[in-house]
Structure formats: C-alpha cells, structure tokens
C-alpha cells in the first residue's frame, strides 16, 4: 500500500542521510509518481534496482578486494571487465533470453551483469589508492590481513567504493528499462509502447518518474556515503 511504502521508503532516506531536504524530495517525488498513476510500475522498477543492486554490491566488492590483493588475477579480470562495458545494452538480453526465456529473472540478471563492472573496478582501484606508508604503519603495529583490510584500507577507500555503488545504482535503473523488451515489468514498459505507439505524454511522464527514482537512489547513496565516511574519520581518528 501506498502509505506504508512512502513512511517506508522515506523513513530509509531519513536514517541514510539525516537530512530533511532529502527526505521531502523523496516524498514529494513519491506523491507525484502515485497522483500520475504510475505507482504499480514505479514499485517493481524499485524493487528490481534494490535487488540488482544489492546482489552487484554483494558478489562485486570480494572480487574488487581479490584484484586489489592479486595482480594476477587483476591481469585475467580487467578483459572481462572490459568487455562487460563495452558490449551494447541490448546484446546482454540475447544470451539471456535464450537460455532462461522472458521474465522477472532473466531481467535481473541481465541488470547485475550489466551494472557490476563499476562496483568491481572502483573497489579495486579504492583499495590500491591506499597509501603505502599507512599500511607499512598497520603492519607495523601487527595488525593481520584481515584487520588491515577491515580497519585501514577499506575505510580509506569508502569513498571510491561509494561512488562505485552509486554508478551501480545508475547502470541498474538504465538496464531496467531495456529490459522491459524481455518481459520485465515497470516504468520501463510503458516507455516502450509510448516508443512503438508515439505516445509522447506516456513516454514523458514515465521517464520523469525513472528521472525521479534515479534521483532519490543517487541522493539517498551519497548522503549515506558521506555520513559513513565522517564516521569513519571520527572512530579512525
């Protein structure tokens, strides 16, 4: 229910960012996507970003931390990679559609595999821009790889991190509205027929609606990103 989903939704961006402009755009942007009639599809395009997001972040970050440890296999993974980005959109629904067909999976996971270059790359360079001199200092004071890796470089590297997961956040909403072509439900699919049918109001107030939901992920992320990075500066010092 629509209620519940905007205390929910707004009480999220409360505790991410402890700011109440943020909090009054999210619910006004809410408001306006439910008085125009696109609450059903606003709500599944939501749910699909939330979910691809959180799997690139989940399987994305170990192997940033892996390429960051392992030139190796950083060596092996950066063509992947490189491919991954440089492949167009659309190419990504074909492997995908042939194997799994049309629906709510096969979308999902050609929204992860599209979005998850940023997050693995951004956490390898975050960790490699670490300063040698502070971790000759951790090892100095004996701390173990996993409490290097924990207290100091990880720490250090929030910031890159976070805007890694932001370009995920991005690279997931565009994805979503391609993958309406395979059957994935939202605001990409009334996009799609105002483009077959010339619809442009349709289109239009779809995609302000996508613009919006871009906008409170990309706000909500960074102002969390930097309320964790003060964190860290006053615990770290």
Not at 32 to 57: C, H, P, R
Not at 126 to 132: A, E, N, P, S, T
Not at 222 to 229: D, N, V
């Amino acid at each position: 229910p629509w209620p519940v989903m905007i205390v929910l939704i707004g009480g999220i961006a409360w505790i991410a960012s402890r700011n109440w402009k943020i909090v009054g755009g999210t619910i006004l942007t809410l408001l306006l996507i439910g008085y125009f009639d696109m609450w059903s599809d606003a709500m599944k395009t939501i749910a699909m970003i939330f979910v691809g997001t959180v799997v690139s972040i989940v399987v994305g970050i170990p192997i940033g931390i892996v390429m960051a440890r392992s030139d190796g296999f950083q060596r092996m993974v950066n063509p992947i990679l490189d491919v991954m980005q440089t492949m167009p959109s659309f190419v990504y629904l074909i492997p995908v559609v042939m194997l799994l067909g049309i629906g709510k999976v096969p979308g999902l996971i050609a929204v992860v595999i599209y979005a998850i270059p940023p997050m693995i790359r951004l956490t390898n360079l975050g960790i490699r821009l670490v300063d040698k001199d502070v971790l000759e200092a951790a090892d100095a004071f004996g701390s173990s790889s996993w409490q290097r890796l924990r207290n100091v470089q990880i720490p250090l590297a929030l910031p890159t991190i976070m805007a890694g997961i932001n370009q995920t956040i991005m690279m997931a909403l565009a994805m979503v509205v391609i993958a309406s072509m395979i059957g994935v439900q939202g605001l990409g699919q009334p996009v799609l027929r105002s483009v077959n049918g010339q619809f442009f109001s349709l289109g239009l107030f779809n995609g302000l609606a996508i613009v919006g939901i871009a906008i409170i992920f990309d706000r909500v992320s960074q102002a969390y990103g930097k309320r964790l990075q003060k964190h860290q500066e006053v615990v770290h010092g």
